[in-house]
């Protein structure tokens, strides 16, 4: 019988969704059964990252990775790996068909991390405050108070060379020196958890995996800075967090790590949650105070910065969830340590959520520097199906679109900027050959016209006016003025809108016109999508060559378009087709021509 | 101060202007939309652009403050193109509807276009229909038009405190209405018309009864009079290319009467009054222990935003009409007899600065205290301005005439109503001649002039006339205009109310719009401070040029005591000349 094993359950909001929380109660029922509960200890941790591939059970000292874990192979795990110490061949990850490994936990996806945002994700128990101290936990802040004065926390944070990872990369310590510096009888700290590009999952994953690192990121900023309140901003459709926060706040103010005369130190300083109502804007920090206040969440000019007038109108930080979680290793382990990750302008590491067309999906950090090349091939395992790379889109709605030549570029804010996009939040899409570029930038377009504020006039009319201008495009119906007309609104937008969100709006236009315009122009000219992604320039058929008559396809098809006796070619009614794609979907025999 | 440059030109302006503001001050001329020198800068348009030497960035010019030594550049090929592109962007959202618009010739967009030389618009047009709100007596929204600027919203709630106007929607369905959705009749709006004049574009305007008013000229059988407010005459002229403050009273009265309006009389008159009534009731209230402060009523809107928002401060209102109500009733009753003309064969018509006012005549049966409407129809400027231009009449060219008697004579008291203080002012000039039993030996009073929100002062007054001699009553009195002001004055009174305490004030007046009247809804486009400025030293020297200055000393006035209403306060005046509040909701349902 083994002994004094660990085994990991994933509680992140990917997993839970798959009944990670089932699982997690039948592997403890089933230690109890066998009678090994005083040898194996249960966990639910927070995000492995590997959402993709959830449930995850991680047994630990082996290192054992489980993939796609049912409730009812709990009792299996408990009983053949735990018990007997045999591992369950058919639950464990393997890569590119082959196991990774007994007892080995090297899976792709891991290598070439450097985990410090992400450190404690995946290890520990996101609700016990215990488990967050025994891996160092609140120890930066201890340092903080007793050993260093504020002054020398802002000098530590600025020699760091941390910057803002909610995508502007402004640099942390010289936005909290300009608070402290700020005249004022009080001062504020607000942590921007208002996460909202598509596929980002990082801030969610760090609050629901680690909430305690952000609350001592926030008291150490509160020191730093000389304020004595702190507001979370969090969207309110991330009900995990907001439970993991309040749990771990709970749990610090009985410690006496928040709240009145920190751990005896004599400062106070208090944390309150506030719920965004999911607008996209209000993760601009200006939208974001109004919102505080109760107000619209609508940006407002900038100067004042909020350093010099924030929240009612007192000198306030707002810093986003990723960045706060290196504060804290960053006190601990110092800015040498930390500058010596990373490339000469951007330091430390990113969180990436890799999603897209790619073998691995899900949360990977890597140090600042690392190439695209090393993301989407060595940590995302390359293009999926063997298809062919075609671009790799970063930085979500605010970002632009990538080609196979840019994928050597080191990820740095000014790389990133020159090439046409941006860090942003950290959302990287990877597109195959599959994937038409005019629809993807549709997709993103969408969104920013959707989650407009409607303040600004550049905004509000300018990013409709593309939107409308694509779909004509996609339709088949655009002409070459129109792109200069996309160009002339673009300019205009990016210099006259009055937040980043309208500003950037038109970045993934024009980064595509300047890599890919000719897949514009193969729309326009030739009313011909080379993807075969936009509907009104595809058709389906039936390749009489190929077809066996098995029918899947007729009953697949959702609008009763396809038909043909059994066993003879099917003929698809291009009067009634939607495009929708099920029967080249269901289709074994590759019979379904889309041209 | 501080040394800026415009395009390598220096200059040297006050610190923590805006460039914007620094660019009118300098002569440089930048161009903007949504900005308005009353208002806080928004940022809503991006037409004002400009660039900082050595920054490739394009920065607003209405919400960037002055830093000592940059060099501003308001013009280069990017920022044109960047400010047309910006400008079309705004027209392809906006209906061509300019011939029919009621900003037609006065339209800040219009004339921004026009300045642009926009020639077409590239982009497709996608005008949103949307229904207009006319439920409200005095403005209407036309949201189709509606620019999404921000300033009526901005003026409603920082500027009147009223939030009666909201965004709605978010991107491109933004859009101006009543929070909730409600209409405006609905919401807690105090018809004000602040957002009306403020609108840059025709998407808020006054109830335009023009053609109401053609139709009573039209009627032989109907004896058609019309008064005139204070404020009226130092901007009226503006329409007609007179500069602000221009007293053009006299041409006011011939135009009317080329209108075909039977007689011309003058609210200035009834405005003294008004006085006469207020000082006595202020007097009685003083001198028997009633409710102090005493608050003017003269203002519709301020009567609307009590009634909504401080109900519980009824008590304390003057029950004293407005001057408009006061004349109103006076000419259905007093001048219906003396003339031979029944009540119920007189229309009357009302020129005032004010949208509000539309809805005064129907506040409450009050207003029909002759049986039947006492002002059967209310104008603003604007609109006696547009009676003029499709009559065709040469204002400027006009003589001058006089007005018609026995409801024509003013004094300086009554002219200055139109301004903020003016009713403090004429009040207590009344008010020290009750009390003291002689004239104030200057009869500018200037703590209650000028613009600061709120002014507040103290008044001795010899108590001789009250047979107490040798002894001194001190009057406390306070002045608010812009709704928004008001709510520090009110909690003063409330707080000491409910401590028990000596109230801070005697006497309050309260003008809902910055300025009072002459800046109200209803005057000509364009009130700024430099504007409201310019009316109000134009009220000022009416009163300045005036024989008489106090409200006491009104022929007029004097005469209509003795032959009707007995003396102020009487049962005669309290049937005619007052009238009562009720509390009202903000959101009605």
Known sequence: MALNQFCLVCGGTGCESRHSDAVYKNLKSAAEELGVGNQVQVVKTGCFGFCEKGPIVKILPDESFYVGVKPEDAHQIMAEHLVKGLPVEHLLHKTHGHHSGWGEYASQLYQKQVRIVLRNCGIIDPEDVQEYISRDGYAGLEKALFEMSPTEVIAEVKASGLRGRGGAGFPTGLKWENTRK??????????????????????????????????????????AMGASQGFIYIRAEYPLAIHRLEVAMQQSREMGLLGKDILGSGFDFAIEIRLGAGAFVCGEETALMQSIEGNRGMPQPKPPYPSESGLWGKPTAINNVETLANIPVILLKGSAWFASIGTPTSKGTKVFALTGKINNSGLVEVPMGTTLREIVYDIGGGIRGGKAFKAVQSGGPSGGVLPAQFLDTPIDYESLTKVGSMMGSGGLIVLDEDDCIVDVVKFYLDFSVEESCGKCAPCRIGGRKLLNLLTKITKGKGTRADIETMRQIGFAMQRASLCMLGGTTPNPILSTLKYFENEYLEHIDHQHCPAGKCKDLITYSVLASKCIGCTVCARKCPVNCISGERKSAHFIDPAKCIKCGACYEACKFEAILVS | MVTIQFNGKTSVVPEGISVLKAGTMTGTKIPSLCAHPDLKAWGACGICVVKIEGSPKMVRACTTTVVEGQNYLTHDPDLVETRRTVLEMILSNHPNECLTCARNGCCELQTLSAEFGIRDVPFDTDVKLLASDLSNPSVQLHPSKCIACGRCVIVCQDLQDVWALEFLGRGDQTRMAPAGDVTLAESPCIKCGQCAAHCPVGAITEVDETRKVWNYLRQNDKHVVVQIAPAVRVALGEEFGLEPGTIVTGKIYAALRRLGFAKVFDTNLSADLTVMEEASEFLQRLTTGGTLPLITSCCPSWVDYLEKYYAEMIPHFSTAKSPMMMMGSLIKTFYAEKSGFGAKDILSVAIMPCTAKKYEIQRSHDM??????????????????????????????????????????????????????????????????????????????????????????????????????????????????????????????????????????????????????????????????????????????????????????????????????????????????????????LYVR
């Open chain 1, 182 to 223: 700020t005249v004022s009888d009080q001062r504020y700290v607000i942590c921007n958890a208002d996460e909202g590009d598509p596929g980002a999952y990082m801030d969610r994953s760090t609050l629901e995996g680690d909430p305690h690192s952000v609350l001592e990121a926030m008291t150490i900023a509160g020191y």
């Open chain 2, 368 to 585: 029909s205290s002759s049986g039947m409407p006492d002002v059967d129809c209310s104008l603003t400027t604007r609109e006696l301005a547009r009676m003029i231009k499709q009559a065709g009449i040469d204002f400027k060219n006009l003589p001058e005439e006089l007005a018609d008697n026995p409801l024509g004579d003013y004094t300086g008291a009554g002219t200055i109503f139109g301004a903020t203080g003016g009713v403090m002012e004429a009040a207590l000039r009344t008010a020290y001649f009750l009390v003291s039993g002689k004239n104030l030996g200057k009869f500018e009073i200037e703590a209650a002039r000028g613009m600061e929100g709120v002014k507040v002062a103290k008044v001795k007054i010899p108590t001789d006339g009250l047979g107490a001699p040798g002894k001194e009553l001190e009057l406390r009195f306070a002045v608010a205009h812009g709704m928004a002001n008001v709510r520090d004055v009110m909690n003063q009174v409330k707080a000491a109310e409910n401590a028990g305490e000596e109230p801070p004030y005697h006497f309050i007046e309260v003008m809902a719009c910055r300025g009072g009247c002459i800046s109200g809804g209803g005057q000509p486009y364009g009130s700024t401070d430099e504007v409201r400025a310019k009316r109000i030293a134009g009220m000022y020297k009416d009163d300045a040029s005036n024989a008489l200055r106090c409200s006491h000393e009104n022929p007029s006035v004097q005469a209509l005591y003795r032959d009707y209403l007995g003396q102020p306060l009487s049962a005669k005046s309290h049937q005619l000349l007052h009238t009562h509040y009720q509390p009202r909701p």
